[in-house]
């Protein structure tokens, strides 16, 4: 019988897309959700087989049915959280809670129930915040400017703490910006949107120079994958994204060129960022996760634009 796989988060935008291969590659889920930006209904899919896929609804700020639903499971894959960079600055309370608190909670019930594996998305374009060293490494300092890459960093060290003392093999996956369905985030859908209404002009937040790693979701639900199935010891960190920066101009051209406009006039609200805490260039070194996951992107930028631009225009049509 394949191993028994939780997954916080498991109706959201990433965690749907891993509970949908696990099952495929013959795993048994459970998916936890508190529904709170998730819906059921992007898991109908491998909720078919009944035998290896089921949903509870719950928090991870509730430890008692965290440790009662984690029973006799082999392996926790953790991307419940608040993913939201621009809001983790007004909402710096909740932030810390779900992201913090709840990956305590998540770690506890863990080692309370014996489970010695746990794959955790953490943030690469927010944990190493502005930084010189382009593309980044996993073993450069840790230096946030937003809260959001804040909470990520600290759940981080508490994947490393209880590492240690437990025993745990501990695998963060520092995360480029993830695109794909069902998204319903993120500068591509935001573009997309506004093009929607109105496909003359297209105002970007910033200077439109930004840098930026990206990925499509299935080469990160492939990641996912390998961490789970590569024995490690301790806290391990790796950068998953591709590692050629893109501009958020070249995002916006992409998403023209798939819309199949033309002339399209942009506008600039202007500054070095997008948002406060937006970070200015963050590019990821990949070659810890090629060599010790085996691991590389299959689906290129332009390509992945296209596939997500497509299941977008069937979304709202
Ligand atoms: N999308 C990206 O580009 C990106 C990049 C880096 C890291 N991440 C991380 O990956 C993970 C998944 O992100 P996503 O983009 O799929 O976001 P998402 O919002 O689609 O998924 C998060 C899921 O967690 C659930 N959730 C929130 N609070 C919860 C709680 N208290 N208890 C139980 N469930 C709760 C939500 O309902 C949602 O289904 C997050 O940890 C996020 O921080 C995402």
């Not at 430890?63 to 082999?74: A, G, I, M, T, V």
Request: with cysteine; hydrophobic share 35%; net charge negative.
């Amino acid at each position: 019988m394949g191993q028994k796989i939780i997954v916080t988060g498991g109706c959201g935008f990433i965690g749907s897309n891993i509970v949908t291969k696990l099952v495929c590659e013959g795993y048994s889920v459970k998916a936890i959700d508190d529904l709170s930006a998730g819906k059921v209904e992007y898991i109908e899919e491998p909720m078919k087989n009944k035998e290896r896929c089921t949903f509870v609804e719950g928090s991870i700020m509730d430890s008692k049915f965290l440790e009662k639903e984690f029973r006799n499971y082999d392996a926790i894959i953790h991307e419940a959280a608040n993913p939201d960079v621009r809001t983790s600055k007004d909402n710096i309370f909740k932030d810390f809670e779900i992201n913090v608190l709840g990956t305590l909670n998540v770690l506890q019930a863990m080692t309370n129930n014996k489970i010695s594996k746990v794959v955790f998305a953490s943030s690469g374009g927010t944990v190493y915040g502005e930084t010189k060293v382009i593309p980044t490494p996993e073993d450069h300092r840790l230096d946030p400017i937003s809260h959001y890459g804040a909470s990520k960093a600290a759940s981080e060290q508490y994947l490393a703490s209880y590492a240690s003392l437990y025993e745990i093999d501990a695998i963060s996956l520092r995360l480029g910006n993830i695109f794909g369905p069902p998204s319903n985030h993120g500068v591509m859908r935001d573009f997309f949107l506004k093009l929607k209404k109105n496909p003359q002009t297209l105002e970007i937040l910033g200077n439109g120079k930004q840098i930026k790693s990206y990925l499509y979701v299935d080469d990160c639900v492939e990641a996912h994958i390998r961490a789970l199935q590569t024995q490690l010891s301790g806290h391990t960190a790796f950068n998953i994204a591709t590692s050629e920066g893109v501009t958020v101009n070249e995002i916006a051209d992409g998403v023209v060129a798939a819309m199949e406009l033309e002339n399209v006039e942009y506008s600039y609200t202007g500054g070095e960022r997008g948002w406060a805490g937006d970070v200015r260039k963050a590019v990821s070194d990949t070659t810890k996760a090629t060599k010790a996951l085996q691991w590389k992107p299959k689906t290129s930028i332009k390509d992945g634009i296209k596939k997500y631009i497509s299941w977008l225009e069937k979304e709202y049509q």
